[in-house]
Structures are given as structure tokens and as C-alpha cells.
């Protein structure tokens, strides 16, 4: 299975963008790259998802590197709520596939 | 729409005791998923579902059993509790496919002493 790296810790200036790095050099090109948070004492929620061209909604901006080896999180204005664990996960197309969540970077958010 | 509910929301075991959560879900999901999270690490899939009436095994699935029989509803269930089970349970239902998210529930705290 492919596998993502993540640093441990991050921090950020609230109201400045943050970049949450992924590298995943071993993705297949069936894989899509997900992103979840988790915030302290509660379940991970969904924050974006894409398989080549870079992706943005309300929440986030997610870039992939040209080669797909890498991702980049990026909340463009960092709020105290934004402070969470952060995983970045791989998932193959066609039916489930057994994934895997590791440890995400936590995010701290400096007021 | 409540999304995913699990219940119970806490629960404290004595070694060898059995017990079940339930999650339910109202969206209609093809997929359900448990996982575990223990202090300071992520999350590891237990068992999932993809369909009422089918589950296979995910990473950690030793100790649990699980049932599908409603589309809405995956049961985790733990036949002779241990220690080391002392987790948070996390439920998760998704659409068929890796390209749809999965929703969590709040999480289940377990204690077993």
C-alpha cells in the first residue's frame, strides 16, 4: 500500500496562510489523495480531495505536485478553529481500499 | 439529517465483559467503517462494510466482531473485553467509492479495567 509522510507539528499565525506539506512518492495513479482534520475531542471530518489538478472549496486549496508525488494543504487564513490534527490519506480507485490514517501534523494556530 | 450517531457516547468495562456499540447512520451510505484511536496515535481500521450483509477485516480486527444487517446500522462488538482495548471508537459511513469522503461520528470513549 502507498504511504504518506507528514511532520509531526506545524505552527501558524492566526489570519496567515498555512501549507501543510504530504509526500507521497510511492501513489499509484489510481490513488486519490484525501485530506481530513480532526479537532481535539472529536471525530476527523472531510476537508478536500483530488486525483490530479488541484482542488479548492470553501475550506481549503489542496495543489499536487506535476509528478503527483507530493500534496500541499493550504487554508488560505488560518483561524483559531483551524487548529487540529491534519491527516493526508491515500485511497484507489475502484472500490475500498484499505487506508490508513497515521499520525497527521497538528496544527497550532499562534493568536 | 443527524449524519452518524454512535451510542454509547461512554462506557467503563471490567476485564472479560462483553459489550456492543451501535452506529447508525441517515444518509443512505453504502459504506460503514470502525476504527480505533488510542492516545497520540491515528486512526486504525478495525472491520468495515460494504453492503448490508457483508464485512471484512481492516487492520486491527482481533478481538472484535461485527454486523451489518441493516443498511443504516454497523454494530462493533467485543466478546471478552481486554485492557488493551481501552480506546475511542470512531464510526464512519461513506458512498460507495474511494472517491467520496467518509463521515465520522463523535466517537465512543471505552474504558476496560
Known amino acids: 500500500d502507498a504511504k504518506t509522510t507528514q511532520p509531526n507539528s506545524m505552527e501558524s499565525n492566526e489570519e496567515e496562510p498555512v501549507h501543510l506539506p504530504c509526500n507521497h512518492s510511492t501513489i499509484s495513479g489510481t490513488d486519490y489523495i484525501h485530506w481530513y482534520r480532526q479537532l481535539p475531542s472529536q471525530g476527523p471530518e472531510y476537508v478536500i480531495h483530488?486525483?490530479?489538478s488541484n482542488v479548492n472549496n470553501r475550506m481549503a486549496s489542496l495543489a499536487i505536485a506535476e509528478d503527483r508525488k507530493s500534496s500541499t494543504l493550504i487554508l488560505h487564513r488560518a483561524t483559531l478553529r483551524d487548529a487540529a490534527v491534519y491527516y493526508c490519506?491515500?485511497?484507489?480507485?475502484?472500490?475500498?481500499?484499505?487506508?490508513?490514517f497515521g499520525t497527521g501534523t497538528k496544527l497550532q494556530v499562534i493568536p | 439529517n443527524a449524519g452518524v450517531t454512535q451510542t454509547p457516547k461512554f462506557r467503563v468495562l471490567k476485564t472479560g465483559q462483553s459489550m456492543t456499540l451501535l452506529c447508525a447512520q441517515d444518509m443512505n451510505h453504502e459504506y460503514m467503517y470502525w476504527y480505533r484511536q488510542d492516545p497520540g496515535m491515528g486512526l486504525r481500521l478495525i472491520h468495515y462494510?460494504?453492503?448490508?450483509?457483508?464485512?471484512a477485516k481492516g487492520e486491527v480486527p482481533d478481538g472484535y466482531n461485527v454486523s451489518r444487517l441493516k443498511k443504516q446500522n454497523f454494530l462493533l462488538g467485543l466478546e471478552s473485553a481486554a485492557p488493551s482495548q481501552t480506546s475511542v471508537y470512531f464510526c464512519a459511513s461513506s458512498y460507495a467509492g474511494s472517491s467520496y469522503e467518509q463521515y465520522f461520528g463523535p466517537g465512543t470513549r471505552l474504558t476496560v479495567t
Open positions: 462494510s460494504v453492503g448490508e450483509g457483508t464485512t
Open positions: 490519506i491515500l485511497r484507489r480507485v475502484g472500490g475500498y481500499q484499505k487506508v490508513t
Open positions: 483530488g486525483l490530479t
